[in-house]
C-alpha cells in the first residue's frame, strides 16, 4: 500500500518533527509511505482569500503529485479537508480534472482516521504519564468527521489520561490569514479556548492541526501559562514529544 | 437602517471590551445552544427533516416567480390586496399610501425585520403618525432610541433584565421593577391600549403560502395576534423569497424553525391568516395587505450566493457562531448579523460597504451544520470573497503577498530556498522559549498572542539530508 504523505506547508515550516512522527506510526501500520518531493501547500490560504487562480494551480499541482498512491494523507484536518471537499468545486468546469480531482478526494485521510480506520493500527509506539486534553479542529471535525479516531488512538497511548475539556468543538479562532486580518477577534476565541483549556488540569492539549497549535500556544504563552504543553496528536502517539522549551 | 457594516472591526473592538455585553452575551449563548441541542432529540430524523426544509425552500426559489404568481392571485381571491415593492423606500412610500386612504392615525407593529431595512419606523413617525412597536424585544429598542436589533429573534437580546427595569422605570415613570413577570405585566399593560387604539397593524411574514394566499406568523407573546386583527386595517411585510407552495410545507418548516431557534418543540403562537374579515366572521382586519419586497432578493437570487435566500431566520447561526457569541449583533452595523448576516448584508447595501464581513469568519462551519435548512454559509462567505479579490477590493500589500507566496509555492526549488530562509529568519527572532513576541506585518497576530517559532529548519531539508529526498521516488518507483 503505497501511501503519499502531504507534509502540508505549516509542518514544513514550523515543526517538522510532526512530520516525521506522522511517518513513524505510518511505518508502524505498514505503510509504505512515500514524500512527493516538490509537494508545497494545498492551496487553502489562496483559496478562503478569494484567489480562486492561484488555489487552482496549487490544487492541480497537488493532483499531480498524488495522484499515483493509493492514499494521500495529511497530518491536519483542515489540509486534507481541503482536498477532500473543496477542490472538485475549483474544477467544476473542468471534467478531466473533475475526475481525478474526485479520486483523490475518495482516497484523502486526514492522520488518526488512517491510522485508526485504514490501517487498524493496534497499538502505538508512543507512552505518556499524564492527562491531557482533545481539541477537535473544526475543519477535521465538521469536514473530515474526525472525532472518534484520534481518541480511540489516544486511549491506546499507556498512561495517558484524556480529560475533555468543555466546548472541545469550539473553534479555536484561528481561520488562517482570520487570525491577522481580525486578530482581537481572533485572540479573544484563543483566550476562550485556553481557558476551557486549563480548567481541566491537563498538562498538555493535543490536537491534529498546526494553524490550532500555533494558535493556542501563543495564546497560553501570552497570558502567562509556561506549563500546558501545546501537542500534535502524532508527536504524542509516535512517543516522539519535543523537549519542552521551557 | 443606517449602515455602519464598514466600521466593523472598530465596532468589534467597543463590544469585545464592553463587560456588561460580554457577560450578556455568554449567558444568552448557553442557553440557546443548549435548549436547541434538547430539542433536536424528540425529532426521530432530524437530518432527514432539515433535507426536506431546504427542499421546500429550494423548491420554491426555483420557480420564485410562478409561486409568487399563484399566491398573488389566491390572496387576491381572498380579499387581500397584494402590493410589490422594489425598494427600500417602496416599502415606505405603499405603507404611507395605504395608511392615509384608511385615515391611519396610529399604527402598532409586530416584528419584522423588513421593515428594519427600510427605517419604516422613521418614514412613519415622519409622515406624523404614532408607531408602537408591539414585539417585547422591539419595543425596548423603540423606547430607547431605536437602538438597533442585535439578533434576528430576539432584537433587545444584549440587554440584561436590569438594563430593561431602569428603562422602564424611566421611560414609562413607574418605580423600579426586578423580576422578569412583573416587567413583561408592565410592557403588556401599556401595549394593551395601544392595540385597542390602533387603527393599523403592520407584521412581517415568516411564511406566505402560495396555495392558499396565506400569511404565517411565528411569535412567542402573541403580540402579532392583537396586532394583525385588533385593528381595521393589517398591512404583511416582507421579502418575496419567503414564499412557500404549500401549507404542508410549512408543517414541515415549523418542525425546524422553532427547535433551530430558540428550542421549543412549537412558538407559543402560530397565526395563518388567510384574506380579510368576511361576512359574518368576528375575527380580522377589515382590510388586508400585502408588500411583497425584493429590496435586492432579485439580485442574491441571480448569484453564486443564492442559497442564502432559503433563509427562514431562526438565528441558529448567529447563536452558535463563535465570532457572534463574542462581539454580538451590533458589531455587523446592519439589520442581519452573524454568519447569514455576513452574506445578505453585502448583497442588500453593497460589497464595497460590508466586504469586512463575509471576511471575519473563521470559516469553523458551525453555522453550516446547524443551520435548518442546510445553507453552506462558509461556502458562501468565500463566495463573496472572491468577489471582493476580483473586485481589486482588497488592499494591494495582501493581494501582492498571496500573489508571491503562491507564485513561489508552485515554484518547489525556489519556494525551498525561500523558506529555508524564511524559518532561519523567524528563528533569529524569538525568545529563549521559542517565542516571537512581535511579528513585522504580523501585528494583528502577535498582539495579544506570541508566535511560536518554527523550529529552524524545514521538513524539506530535513527529510532531504536523512536520504529520503528525491532518491526516494526512484527507489519506489
Redesign the interface.
Request: aromatic letters at 8%.
Given at each position: 500500500m503505497?501511501v503519499g504523505f502531504f507534509?502540508t506547508?505549516l509542518?514544513?515550516?514550523?515543526?517538522?518533527?510532526i512530520?516525521?512522527a506522522a511517518i513513524r506510526l505510518l511505518e508502524a501500520g505498514g505503510a509504505?509511505v512515500?514524500?512527493?518531493?516538490?509537494?508545497?501547500?494545498c492551496?487553502q490560504?489562496?483559496?478562503?482569500?478569494?484567489?480562486?487562480a492561484?488555489a487552482r494551480?496549487?490544487a492541480a499541482?497537488v493532483v499531480g503529485e498524488f495522484d499515483d498512491c493509493d492514499f494521500l494523507v495529511a497530518p491536519s484536518g483542515s489540509c486534507s479537508g481541503m482536498i477532500r471537499t473543496h477542490y472538485a468545486?475549483l474544477f467544476s468546469d473542468d471534467p478531466a480534472m473533475a475526475k481525478r480531482v474526485e479520486a483523490l478526494a475518495a482516497k484523502t485521510r486526514e492522520l488518526t482516521q488512517f491510522l485508526a480506520d485504514d490501517l487498524r493500527l493496534a497499538r502505538v509506539p508512543g507512552e505518556y504519564s499524564g492527562t491531557v486534553t482533545y481539541h477537535d479542529c473544526?475543519?477535521g471535525l465538521?469536514?473530515m468527521g474526525v472525532k472518534a479516531a484520534p481518541r480511540a488512538l489516544l486511549a491506546k497511548v499507556p498512561g495517558l489520561a484524556l480529560a475533555e475539556m468543555a466546548e472541545c468543538?469550539?473553534?479555536c479562532?484561528?481561520?488562517?490569514t482570520?487570525?491577522?486580518?481580525?486578530?482581537?477577534?481572533?485572540?479573544?476565541?484563543?483566550?476562550?479556548k485556553c481557558q476551557h483549556i486549563e480548567h481541566t488540569g491537563a498538562d498538555a492539549v493535543v490536537l491534529g492541526d498546526l494553524g490550532c497549535?500555533?494558535?493556542i500556544?501563543?495564546?497560553l504563552?501570552?497570558r502567562g501559562d509556561?506549563k500546558t504543553r501545546v501537542l500534535h496528536v502524532a508527536e504524542l502517539l509516535a512517543g516522539e514529544i519535543?523537549p519542552s522549551?521551557? | 437602517m443606517e449602515i455602519a457594516s464598514m466600521h466593523f472591526k472598530e465596532r468589534a473592538h467597543v463590544k469585545l471590551n464592553d463587560e456588561h455585553l460580554q457577560y450578556n452575551l455568554k449567558k444568552m449563548k448557553a442557553k440557546f445552544v443548549s435548549k436547541r441541542r434538547e430539542s433536536l432529540v424528540e425529532l426521530d430524523d432530524f437530518e432527514g427533516t432539515r433535507e426536506a426544509g431546504k427542499a421546500i425552500r429550494a423548491r420554491g426559489l426555483d420557480d420564485l416567480d410562478v409561486w409568487l404568481e399563484i399566491f398573488e392571485r389566491n390572496a387576491t381571491a381572498r380579499g387581500a390586496t397584494v402590493l410589490w415593492a422594489e425598494t427600500p423606500a417602496d416599502v415606505n412610500a405603499l405603507v404611507l399610501e395605504i395608511a392615509t386612504k384608511h385615515d391611519v392615525r396610529k399604527i402598532i407593529k409586530s416584528k419584522s425585520m423588513v421593515s428594519e431595512e427600510s427605517a419604516l419606523d422613521h418614514a412613519i413617525e415622519a409622515d406624523g403618525m404614532t408607531v408602537v412597536e408591539t414585539d417585547l424585544g422591539e419595543y425596548i429598542l423603540q423606547i430607547n432610541g431605536y437602538e438597533p436589533p442585535s439578533h434576528l429573534i430576539g432584537p433587545a437580546l444584549h440587554k440584561s433584565k436590569e438594563e430593561v427595569a431602569e428603562l422602564f422605570h424611566q421611560k414609562h415613570g413607574t418605580p423600579l421593577k426586578t423580576g422578569i413577570e412583573e416587567l413583561c405585566l408592565e410592557a403588556r399593560g401599556v401595549l394593551r391600549q395601544h392595540y385597542l387604539s390602533a387603527d393599523m397593524g403592520i407584521s412581517g411574514g415568516n411564511f406566505f403560502v402560495a396555495e392558499t394566499g396565506s400569511v404565517v406568523l411565528v411569535t412567542n407573546e402573541g403580540n402579532a395576534t392583537l396586532a394583525t386583527t385588533l385593528p381595521k386595517v393589517h398591512v404583511a411585510i416582507s421579502g418575496i423569497e419567503k414564499v412557500v407552495p404549500t401549507l404542508e410545507d410549512v408543517a414541515t418548516l415549523m418542525r425546524l424553525l422553532p427547535r433551530s431557534a430558540t428550542g421549543q418543540s412549537i412558538s407559543n403562537y402560530m397565526d395563518v391568516l388567510t384574506g380579510r374579515k368576511g361576512e359574518g366572521e368576528f375575527h380580522g382586519a377589515e382590510h388586508m395587505y400585502f408588500i411583497l419586497v425584493d429590496s435586492g432578493r432579485t439580485g442574491v437570487l441571480a448569484s453564486e450566493v443564492r442559497e442564502a435566500l432559503r433563509c427562514i431566520r431562526c438565528g441558529a447561526c448567529m447563536n452558535h457562531c463563535p465570532v457572534y457569541q463574542n462581539i454580538g449583533g451590533h458589531s455587523y452595523g446592519w439589520v442581519y448579523p452573524g454568519p447569514i448576516g455576513s452574506i445578505l448584508t453585502p448583497m442588500y447595501v453593497g460589497l464595497e460597504r460590508a466586504q469586512d464581513l463575509p471576511a471575519a469568519s473563521t470559516m469553523c462551519n458551525q453555522c453550516g451544520v446547524v443551520c435548518p435548512v442546510k445553507i453552506p454559509l462558509p461556502d458562501l462567505q468565500r463566495k463573496l470573497r472572491e468577489k471582493a479579490f476580483d473586485a481589486g477590493l482588497r488592499p494591494w500589500y495582501e493581494r501582492a503577498g498571496l500573489k508571491l507566496w503562491a507564485w513561489l509555492a508552485r515554484r518547489p526549488a525556489l519556494y525551498g530556498f525561500g523558506t529555508k530562509l524564511g524559518v532561519r529568519a523567524l528563528r533569529s527572532m524569538s525568545d529563549r522559549n521559542g517565542m516571537i513576541h512581535r511579528l513585522p506585518f504580523g501585528s494583528g497576530w502577535t498582539d495579544e498572542r506570541d508566535m511560536p517559532a518554527p523550529s529552524g529548519k524545514t521538513f524539506r531539508e530535513l527529510y532531504r539530508a536523512r536520504g529520503n529526498g528525491s532518491a526516494q521516488r526512484r527507489e519506489a518507483a
Open positions: 503505497r507534509v506547508c509542518v514544513d515550516l514550523m515543526r517538522p518533527s512530520g516525521f509504505e512515500y514524500v512527493p518531493p516538490t509537494q508545497t501547500c492551496g490560504p489562496a483559496y478562503n482569500s478569494g484567489d480562486r492561484d494551480a496549487l499541482k468545486d473544526c475543519a465538521r469536514e468543538e469550539t473553534c479562532g484561528f481561520g488562517g482570520f487570525a491577522v486580518k481580525f486578530g482581537e477577534i481572533s485572540s479573544r476565541l484563543a483566550d476562550n497549535m500555533l494558535n500556544e501563543g495564546r504563552r501570552r509556561a519535543p522549551s521551557t | -
